[in-house]
């Protein structure tokens, strides 16, 4: 139980476009996901928390109007990446949490390649 | 304050040697506390979490820690390494903010095994 699927694992896009990453709960509902970004040989940055039904928190530093969450279902959270740059090539993972659990289930990540 | 130390940024073994990640945490409040395991390119895996439940903790794949509030460890153990046990690991702590909890990492503990 408790899986966590992203989609697509693996994109390139041209600069300037927009890219879309799914992240879904498969067997449960997730009223909370998470949204990190993971440099290479680094450790994992939380870029915002998505609550169902509700606007995305974002840490600081994160560029709301750059990368764009939407979490409207309890099983979906999409991130889009808009206008992308070189620079905002990276490792994407999503997470979910569990109802009022606080164990964050990992979804397999996507690579943006940013051209 | 929370924060998470992994003491050692690479460990190397042998292959059926044990192993042994070291990991340090400070926390305000009672910690809930996780290892998680990264293998290339993908998501992370849950090993194991501690809620005070037992100081000893067993995961999954023969990993174990040890919590010992005295010393504010959380190491993570196994008696005799497999080659497949070449990844990233990583220790989490979790605490609660503004009605949702988050997790800080540490900056993760690169495991090699020798054959």
């Known amino acids: 139980g408790a899986v966590v699927s992203q989609h697509p694992s693996w994109v390139i896009c041209k600069s300037g476009t927009s890219v879309k990453i799914e992240c879904r709960s498969l067997d449960f509902q997730a009223t909370t996901m998470f949204w990190y970004r993971q440099f290479p040989k680094q450790s994992l940055m939380l870029m915002a928390t998505?609550?169902?039904?509700?606007?995305?928190?974002?840490e600081q530093g994160v560029e709301k109007d750059k990368f764009l969450i939407n979490h409207a279902s309890l099983t979906l959270s999409t991130l889009t990446v808009t206008s992308a740059h070189p620079e905002d090539s990276s490792f994407y993972i999503c997470?979910?949490?569990?109802?009022?659990?606080?164990?964050?289930?990992f979804g397999a990540g996507t690579r943006l390649s940013v051209l | 304050a929370q924060s998470v130390t992994q003491l050692d940024s690479h460990v190397s073994v042998s292959e059926g040697t044990p192993v042994l990640l070291r990991c340090n945490y400070s926390?305000?409040?009672?910690?809930?506390l996780f290892w998680y395991v990264q293998h290339p390119n993908k998501g992370l895996q849950l090993l194991l979490k501690y809620t005070s439940a037992a100081t000893l903790v067993k995961g999954i794949n023969g990993f174990e820690a040890e919590f010992k509030k005295s010393e504010t460890s959380f190491h993570l153990t196994k008696p005799s390494a497999h080659m497949s046990d070449a990844a990233e690991y990583f220790c989490v702590v979790s605490f609660l903010t503004s009605g949702t909890y988050k997790y800080i990492f540490g900056t993760g503990t690169r495991l090699k095994v020798l054959a």
């Open positions: 926390s305000s409040y009672s910690p809930s």
């Open positions: 997470s979910a949490r569990v109802g009022g659990l606080d164990i964050q289930y």
């Open positions: 998505s609550n169902e039904g509700s606007k995305a928190t974002y």
